[in-house]
């Protein structure tokens, strides 16, 4: 079985800064420290039935101030085929010519800025918008992370995807769905997923589940995979890791292993939620 890892992130502390890794500054996990060390491609080991084949590289905050750096890590480091989804402040009225300047790296595909609380606002900003529309010229995707229970944040992007039809849209991790299905939050996710859904150029990654629960079950993982299956379809999902988050839970064979073995999916579907769906929403073959 094939598999490209659409969200990842990989580590090198002599090089990079990653302000967020240290143990004085957020987020203050007790456990941090089993992340607060190198990661590299070496270190994406799977069981002897599984290959990986490529991988999504996310910006790991490796210099927030010069983003491009870590591309030229990755790009210097990495031997297997990888697209990287970059980092860059687009609130910034001179994002375009950092956009410029990242254009030059060869796996470029993409960027990421974190949402989460200050969702809406960022999504309503005319700065945020014009720079979205700027990814969509260029066929550059944009990586979503927000919690899908923010019903003002959900409707700020259905606005720009209203008029940015062509703008690629990725929500990671879900869009951090609660556990439990039949309270609140849980119906509030799945109605904002649901209208997201309406949006062809919408996709989303299913990761980070040892975030908000470092015991989560396979059970958990498939009441999210089934809802967006139902509701995005399945070109539209992707099974993800978050390495090397995940080791807050397990292992990265043991959490492939889990979507492999526990969930229940046919080899036709596993073919498209580990590699080809992959494939498409991140341009490996454009």
């Known amino acids: 079985m094939d598999i490209i890892d659409p969200h990842l992130h990989l580590f090198s ?8 890794l240290k143990p004085t500054n957020p987020p203050y996990w007790s456990d941090k420290n089993k992340i607060n060390r190198n990661f ?15 991988f999504v590289h996310i910006e790991a905050g490796f210099d927030n101030a010069h983003p491009w750096r870590e591309l030229d890590w990755l790009e210097q ?24 300047k990242l254009q030059t790296r060869s796996s470029l595909i993409g960027f990421r800025h974190i949402l989460d609380e200050e969702a809406n606002t960022l999504l309503s900003s005319a700065v945020f918008q ?26 700020a992007l259905c606005n720009i995807l209203d008029t ?16 439990a299905k ?10 904002q997923l649901s209208k997201l859904a309406q949006y062809p150029n919408v996709a989303i990654k299913l990761s980070g589940w040892e975030m908000p629960n470092r015991t989560y079950t396979p059970d958990d993982l498939l009441l999210c995979l089934t809802a967006c299956l139902q509701t995005m379809g399945d070109k539209r999902v992707m099974l993800a890791s978050n390495f090397p988050l995940t080791l807050f839970r397990c292992s990265y064979a043991e959490l492939w292993q889990t979507y492999a073995q526990k969930l229940g999916l046919s080899e036709s579907l596993k073919t498209l939620l580990f590699c080809d769906n992959s494939l498409f929403w991140y341009r490996f073959k454009d």
């Open 77 to 100: 480091d990495c031997s297997l085929p990888f697209k990287s989804v970059a980092g860059g402040d687009l609130t910034r009225e001179d994002f375009p010519s950092l956009l410029s």
């Open 13 to 20: 502390l002599e090089q990079g800064q990653y302000d967020w």
């Open 182 to 191: 039949k309270n609140k939050a849980w119906q509030q996710w799945y109605r």
């Open 40 to 54: 590299s491609q070496q270190d994406l080991s799977l069981a002897p039935e599984q290959t990986l084949v490529g």
């Open 130 to 155: 014009q720079n979205l529309s700027l990814l969509a010229q260029h066929r550059l995707s944009f990586d979503a992370q927000f919690s899908l229970q923010d019903e003002c944040a959900t409707q």
């Open 164 to 179: 940015l039809p062509q703008l690629r849209v990725i929500i990671n991790h879900g869009g951090w769905p609660p556990a």
